[in-house]
């Protein structure tokens, strides 16, 4: 049973920027396909980015259109950690931001929810 922690949310004023860690236990983040996912406020979830596990086409990665060229999903095998570096934050950005882990190596994002998931960190962009 992989347990996944996040931490490094908070306020932030736009523009600024963020790096969200997610601890991992149980598993190592290398063999498992890694996601950061976000929930706003009356929004439904969705996808920022993903990466396949580190086996699985070197790690390829997916952002999602809103967060291109703006975040940076990256994996540090030695302290078993995802992260997501965001930068140059909108109000846009704010939510709820999950780590999420699949067993499904070559994952990246999808409709089905993944395998095991974080309690989440609040992130919010003040304009």
């Given at each position: ?12 004023q736009?523009?600024g ?7 991992a ?14 929930q ?19 790690g ?24 997501l ?24 994002g ?6 095991y998931w974080?309690?989440?960190?609040q ?5």
């Amino acid at each position: 049973q992989v347990q996944l922690v996040e931490s490094g949310g908070g306020l932030v004023q736009a523009g600024g920027s963020l790096r969200l860690s997610c601890a991992a236990s149980g598993g190592t983040v290398s063999s498992y396909a890694m996601g950061w996912f976000r929930q706003a406020p009356g929004k439904e979830r969705e996808i920022v980015a993903a990466m396949t596990a580190s086996s699985w086409n070197n790690g390829r990665t997916y952002y999602g259109d809103s967060v291109k060229g703006r975040f940076t999903i990256f994996r540090d095998n030695a302290k078993n950690a995802l992260y997501l570096q965001m930068n140059n934050l909108k109000p846009e950005d704010t939510a709820v931001y999950y780590c999420a882990a699949d067993k499904a190596r070559w994952r990246l994002g999808g409709t089905d929810p993944y395998d095991y998931w974080g309690q989440g960190t609040q992130v919010t962009v003040s304009s």
